[in-house]
């Protein structure tokens, strides 16, 4: 199983830039996904996460900024990323086969508690972005 990111960068604030995350080796379908990110000196966080049944939940500071969306017929997860902020700035990975897929119940673990065998079952390696004032 492997899932690669990409589309990490440098922007301005304000800008925006699109990850994604091509998933291979095993189907995919069924299976929560999400994008979590760590921050530098914090530990990983939920950012958003979306269903099998399509349904999205976000952490409230990306809400109205950020959209995750697949393609099925690619095996391609994307994270929209408009109106950066600087505290956006991290290293984003890509997440399959999330045992809770709704961001409450992420958060409820408590950041850093998503690296925790049986949260997560695979993760990317990760995309930087960092985003300047």
């Known amino acids: 199983v492997q899932l690669v990111e990409s589309g990490g960068g440098s922007v301005q604030t304000g800008g925006s830039l699109r990850l994604s995350c091509v998933v291979s080796?095993?189907?995919?379908?069924?299976?929560?996904m999400g994008w979590f990110r760590q921050a530098p000196g914090l530990e990983r966080e939920g950012v958003a996460l979306?269903?099998?049944?399509?349904?999205?939940s976000y952490v409230d500071s990306v809400k109205g900024r950020f959209t995750i969306s697949l393609d099925n017929a690619k095996n391609i997860l994307y994270l929209q990323m408009d109106s950066l902020k600087p505290e956006d700035t991290g290293i984003y990975y890509c997440a399959s086969s999330i045992s809770r897929c709704r961001m409450s119940a992420i958060q409820a673990l408590g950041r850093g508690a998503v690296t925790r065998p049986g949260i997560v079952g695979y993760w990317g390696q990760g995309t930087q972005v960092n985003v300047s004032s």
């Open positions: 979306i269903d099998t049944d399509g349904t999205p």
């Open positions: 080796g095993y189907t995919w379908s069924g299976y929560c």
